[in-house]
């Protein structure tokens, strides 16, 4: 617990759904009002960009992806979970089991996944395949599976794969760290 205590991770923190942005809002205020800010970093509330398309006519429109839910990067200490906590519009964290027991922490390839989806990852996969190169997908939907990479995006971490579905060729977008290089 004690390594636990002076490590910065990524928690779950449980809101009232449609009030994520208001509690950022807050525990933002907090942070300085508080004296905290030395043991919370960073709050994400993972939002996506998307096209809706209602009449004929298309518009972009920011959507939740967890609604209910943002996350927080801190150091676990008794006053940092005490202050968020009891930030108006926290129900709680998630991983907590009650009681006086702190939460656990996110497991840092799910925080990367929801990091690099929303666009703000600042880790970058080191990969071992290109353009072209047999790989094999590690998790998800298409756990198990072989394909052949036909494009890379360094920027967003996705490399399009051509995997054998129905018989057919698919392309399918798959994050770097979901794949590595096929062995013969």
């Known amino acids: 617990m004690s390594d636990q205590a002076n490590k910065k991770e990524w928690y779950v923190v449980n809101t009232y759904a449609g009030h994520e942005n208001r509690v950022k809002d807050n525990l933002e205020k907090r942070l300085e009002t508080m004296g905290i800010s030395e043991n919370l970093f960073r709050i994400v509330v993972a939002e996506e960009t998307q096209i809706e398309v209602k009449n004929e006519k298309s518009k972009e429109v920011v959507k939740n992806i967890f609604p209910g839910y943002l996350f927080v990067e801190m150091i676990m200490t008794d006053e940092a979970w005490y202050v ?79 995997i054998i579905l129905f018989g057919r060729e698919t392309p399918t977008d798959i994050n770097y760290v979901d794949l590595s290089k096929a062995e013969f």
């Open 84 to 162: 968020v906590r009891n930030t108006p519009g926290v129900t709680g964290f998630i991983g907590s089991s009650g009681g006086g027991a702190k939460p656990f922490p996110v497991k840092q390839d799910e925080i990367e996944k929801i990091l690099r989806r929303i666009g703000q990852s600042d880790k970058n996969v080191e990969v071992d395949f290109a353009v072209g190169d047999s790989v094999k997908i590690l998790s998800g939907p298409f756990s198990g599976m072989e394909g052949k990479v036909e494009s890379m995006n360094d920027q967003t971490q996705v490399a399009t794969v051509l």
